[in-house]
């Protein structure tokens, strides 16, 4: 990407932004922030509100290099090594400063001392880490994770795993004795007694479970609206996280609505939402989120425009979700998605990205969203066209009774029927006599928007003819149908809906 490219890209997790040479202690901080986690560049001479490459004196340049050296080395502990290099944009001068993934976490500055300089980044700041995240990246250089971390606080043989055990032998058809117990890492032997690590408590029924692990939960909620001020119902899934991932699925199921569409010449009824895409991003949620961030739940909102889930923890660094079809994976707990993926409640080659991906293009209406907010990653199921049904939802007259507006309604609709009757007579006479694909079109979008192609294949057609075509830029300009994204034609998630004139349309064919 080159630097025209970049300078459009907010600043975040791996990317900022500064007019001229910071100051040494926030130099250090970002650096020790970008090496705790994904990485990251920093552009010198590039103005960040309003963005503008402002340039570099070339006289400094030598000077400014030695001086990111010495800041580095002198206040950043273990030692980073960065990538500095010279940069030409518009016959202005940049220093690009760009830090790797460090593997000795975790860093901090000398002059503060490991709990109170260590740095990491959320968003586009450098924050202080906490003992939680300290522990966390000390964790992480050992390449352990925190739910293989003992629990001695009662062995093994003392915890509630009943379900759990039924639940495995349910989906693998294999006993989980104490020999699969050890094989799976859920226990470990000190002083010849077994223990349970984070993972098999947190599987377990017991009461350590709820007095370790309170904040290991799923809120769901169903707003009324598009905000969270009102709630129409909400619930605490508090099982073992085994049962989490469908208990939270089955609850969006209750509150999104399904409907018709048309594939090939049949109707078949469909959900409104991807819902095998938000049962894998549920999953995720529970399988991959930081058990070490005490007091954060996942939680699930639905509101009438769309579905969000969030979930404690942000993406690995080796996830991208810009790029779902790669079959990408990374464990965070890495014995608890070995146990996921055996009992098949996640994909064992990392799929699920791209099954999310491969849904998606079968809603186009559906628009897929993802950020990283705070210490948290967040997934948004948007509904592009709830503003325009909105709207021809709308009733002109909300003021008034509705007594009032009934007969409202009636004079509206009499005067539609009415102007119709006038403009499109021929049409309403040729499809009473003969109905052709004009009508047609309107009965197959009546339900759910369609694409020019899903139309052409109701249809029976191997490809988008040129009569189609005719017929679909005629009931536009008779404004009986309507694209789903206006101002767009070629918009690859572009479709067609039937208009309030076309509903009026066809209730006039009917009488």
Same mark, same amino acid.
Request: net charge negative; glycine share 6%; charged share 30%.
């Given at each position: ?382 509904? /592009?066209?709830?503003?325009? =049904?909105? &709207? !021809? *939802?709308?009733?002109?007259?909300? @003021? %008034?009774?509705?007594?009032? #507006? $009934? +007969? /409202?309604?009636?004079?509206? =609709?009499? &005067? !539609? *029927?009415?102007?119709?009757?006038? @403009? %499109?007579?021929?049409?309403? #006479? $040729? +499809? /009473? ?13 009546? @339900? ?64």
């Amino acid at each position: 990407m080159g630097i025209k490219e970049i300078i459009k890209q907010p600043e975040g997790r791996r990317l900022e932004f500064k007019e001229a040479l910071p100051v040494s202690a926030d130099l250090a901080n970002t650096i020790i922030a970008f090496a705790n986690d994904a990485g990251g560049e920093l552009y010198i001479g590039i103005q960040n509100n309003p963005r503008e490459i402002v340039g570099l004196p070339e006289e400094e340049l030598v000077k400014m290099e030695e001086q990111i050296s010495n800041i580095i080395f002198d206040r950043c502990y273990p030692a980073i090594i960065p990538d500095i290099t010279f940069l030409t944009e518009e016959d202005k001068l940049i220093i690009r400063v760009t830090v790797y993934r460090g593997s000795s976490f975790p860093y901090y500055r000398k002059d503060k001392g490991k709990h109170n300089g260590t740095y990491i980044r959320v968003g586009s700041s450098n924050r202080l880490a906490d003992e939680e995240i300290i522990a966390e990246l000390e964790r992480r250089k050992r390449n352990i994770s925190f739910d293989s971390e003992l629990v001695v606080d009662k062995p093994a043989s003392e915890l509630d795993i009943e379900n759990f055990k039924q639940e495995y032998k349910d989906k693998t058809g294999e006993k989980l004795d104490i020999q699969a117990l050890r094989k799976l890492e859920l226990i470990r032997e000190v002083n010849g007694v077994e223990y349970p690590t984070n993972a098999l408590v947190l599987f377990s029924d017991d009461e350590l479970r709820r007095s370790l692990f309170p904040f290991v939960k799923v809120e769901c909620a169903r707003f009324k609206g598009v905000t969270s001020e009102e709630f129409i119902d909400q619930k605490s899934i508090l099982t073992n996280i085994a049962t989490q991932a469908e208990e939270a699925y089955n609850f969006v199921l209750r509150h999104i609505n399904k409907g018709a569409v048309v594939e090939g010449v049949y109707t078949v009824s469909r959900w409104e939402y991807p819902v095998k895409a938000i049962r894998e991003v549920l999953r995720n949620a529970v399988v991959h989120r930081d058990l070490s961030l005490s007091g954060k739940d996942i939680k699930v909102a639905i509101y009438d425009d769309m579905v969000e889930i969030t979930s404690p923890g942000l993406l690995p660094p080796s996830i991208d979700y810009a790029a779902m079809e790669s079959r990408q994976s990374d464990a965070r707990n890495k014995v608890i998605a070995p146990v996921f993926k055996r009992m098949g409640i996640i994909d064992q080659w990392g799929n699920g990205l791209k099954l999310i991906a491969d849904e998606l293009k079968e809603y186009p209406q559906i628009e897929f969203r993802w950020k990283e907010t705070g210490l948290s990653f967040q997934v948004q199921f948007v509904k /592009l066209d709830y503003a325009e =049904q909105q &709207e !021809l *939802q709308q009733d002109p007259r909300q @003021e %008034l009774g509705q007594g009032q #507006q $009934g +007969e /409202l309604q009636g004079e509206l =609709q009499g &005067e !539609l *029927q009415g102007e119709l009757q006038g @403009e %499109l007579q021929g049409e309403l #006479q $040729g +499809e /009473l006599n003969n109905p052709t694909m004009y009508s047609e079109i309107l009965h197959k979008i009546m @339900e759910v928007p369609l694409s020019r192609k899903e139309i052409s294949e109701a249809f029976g057609q191997k490809k988008i003819s040129g009569q189609l075509e005719k017929i679909v830029s005629k009931l536009i300009e008779d404004k009986l149908i309507e694209n789903t994204i206006p101002g767009n034609k070629n918009h690859p998630k572009q479709k067609l809906r039937i208009t309030k004139r076309g509903i009026v349309f066809l209730e006039l064919l009917k009488k």
